[in-house]
């Protein structure tokens, strides 16, 4: 069964740098998605993503935050300068165009830690 | 602002049924999903609700009234293995989706 992946699972940084999360969609899928989970609480919505371009950010996806699709397979977070609330899990997630359940298919996600 | 509630956490015995609500106040809405999350794991989709009432995928039901604000999913013939949180999520905008703070779900042999 196709399913998404993420690398790194694990990434530890030193807070100022910047970091790149990666992520492959399952490969017939238009729509892209991040998401981070802070240990213990909520999923928030960072961005989607369609047809090369945002189509929705919430107010965490600031400045400091981009994403990329270099090539037909990967779909990139980029954290300029982290910080040490940037810690959490980082999940990415796609979805295939016009199904109608709005069905989102999460990768294993990757656990940011930020010291 | 936007606000989903559901209880923190539900217990309930294997091979019983369970409810778990949310209510929500968001600035749109377009349908009602609800996830499951193992602990250290990705969550799952479960269901989504578009219009009002009652979809059923096997063990598991989720309704939506659209007037109140309000869903519910329900799991009945409980298993150890349903121990997890759920998240109930409202698509506010074409795009985006808001979860809820989850519940988490413990099951009592």
């Known amino acids: 069964e196709p399913e998404v992946t993420q690398t790194p699972s694990h990434q530890v940084t030193q807070m100022g740098q910047e970091v790149i999360l990666r992520c492959v969609p399952i490969s017939n899928h238009l729509y892209f998605y991040w998401y981070r989970q802070i240990l213990g609480q909520k999923v928030e919505f960072l961005v989607s993503?369609?047809?090369?371009?945002?189509?929705?950010k919430s107010e965490i996806f600031d400045d400091q935050f981009s994403v990329e699709r270099p090539d037909g397979s990967n779909f990139t977070l980029k954290i300029r300068s982290t910080k040490l609330e940037d810690s959490a899990m980082y999940f990415c997630?796609?979805?295939?165009?016009?199904?109608?359940?709005?069905?989102?298919?999460f990768g294993p996600g990757t656990r940011l830690t930020v010291t | 602002g936007q606000s989903l509630e559901q209880p923190s956490e539900v217990t309930a015995v294997e091979g019983a049924i369970v409810q778990i609500n949310c209510t929500y106040q968001?600035?749109?809405?377009?349908?009602l999903s609800w996830y499951q999350q193992h602990d250290g794991g990705a969550p799952t989709f479960l269901s989504y609700n578009a219009l009002d009432g009652l979809e059923e995928t096997g063990r598991f039901s989720s309704f939506l009234s659209r007037s109140d604000s309000y869903g519910y999913l329900l799991l009945q013939e409980l298993q150890m293995k349903d121990s997890a949180s759920y998240f109930c999520?409202?698509?506010?905008?074409?795009?985006?989706?808001?979860f809820g703070k989850g519940t988490r779900l413990h099951i009592l042999p």
């Open positions: 993503f369609y047809n090369n371009e945002i189509s929705e």
């Open positions: 968001t600035s749109g809405f377009y349908g």
């Open positions: 999520a409202v698509r506010d905008r074409d795009d985006k989706i808001i």
């Open positions: 997630a796609s979805r295939d165009l016009g199904q109608g359940n709005y069905e989102q298919y």
